[in-house]
């Protein structure tokens, strides 16, 4: 069975950082890109960042782009977003999510983790 | 940025009755590769996104068929032939041609 299992929210003061975690199982980590989807209190969903199978390639929106970083270690099968800079408006359940080719793009999520909650308070 | 617009913002229906559900994106989302990228979440309360049909009109595994897409280009619609009380929950469109990845702002689907 494919797992996500996300870890590392909690609360943070403005201005400080993050490390959020996902570990992954039931698959070949290395051959599927991921992403990491956030979603804000009682909104919507955000597409926050995506990396290719092999990690060369990453990509960012542009609401975090500078200040996350997002990584892979496909030893460990492990994805990880760095959060550095955090802002009240990061406040959100943030999910792991895989795609179904070696790239974010022209492909699903399947499946999702059960997210895990950052809440940045001043 | 490609804009996802989902109307309606919420639909109330009685079971065994049929519920539409449309997203319109701000540009084709049909690739050159002959591929359209338009993608169906639902989020059940409670519980992470889950996928229901990809590439438009394609139902994923072990995804109920009285749930069905269509559309092209830019005008997609999501349709559920006969709701059920599981059914509830919030319906999102993803398109998945161009970064950044958007969704739509969700449909939120009630039972009467």
């Known amino acids: 069975e494919v797992q996500l299992l996300e870890s590392g929210g909690g609360l943070v003061q403005p201005g400080g950082s993050l490390r959020l975690s996902c570990a992954a199982s039931?698959?070949?980590?290395?051959?599927?890109?991921m992403s990491w989807v956030r979603q804000a209190p009682g909104k919507g969903l955000e597409w926050v960042s995506g990396?290719?199978?092999?990690?060369?390639?990453?990509y960012y929106a542009d609401s975090v782009r500078g200040r996350f970083t997002i990584s892979r270690d496909n030893s460990k099968n492990t994805l990880s977003l760095q959060m550095n800079s955090l802002r009240a408006e990061d406040t959100a359940v943030y999910y792991c999510?895989?795609?179904?080719?070696?790239?974010?793009?022209?492909?699903?999520?399947?499946?999702w983790g059960q997210g895990t909650l950052v809440t940045v308070f001043s | 940025e490609i804009v996802m617009t989902q109307t309606p913002v919420s639909l109330s229906v009685t079971p065994g009755q049929p519920a539409s559900i449309s997203c319109k994106s701000s540009?084709?989302?049909?690739?050159?590769?002959?591929?359209?990228?338009l993608y169906w979440y639902l989020q059940k309360p409670g519980q992470s996104p889950q996928l229901l049909v990809y590439?438009?009109?394609s139902r994923f595994s072990g995804v109920p068929d009285r749930f069905s897409g269509s559309g092209s280009g830019t005008d997609f619609t999501l349709k559920i032939s006969r709701v059920e009380a599981e059914d509830v929950g919030i319906y999102y469109c993803?398109?998945?041609?161009?970064?950044?990845?958007?969704f739509g702002g969700g449909t939120k689907v009630e039972i009467k």
């Open positions: 590439e438009v009109s």
């Open positions: 993803m398109q998945g041609i161009h970064l950044p990845l958007t």
């Open positions: 990396i290719s199978a092999t990690g060369g390639s990453t």
């Open positions: 039931g698959f070949t980590f290395n051959n599927y890109a």
């Open positions: 999510a895989k795609s179904a080719d070696t790239l974010p793009t022209k492909t699903w999520f399947d499946p």
């Open positions: 540009q084709s989302l049909l690739h050159s590769d002959g591929k359209t990228y």
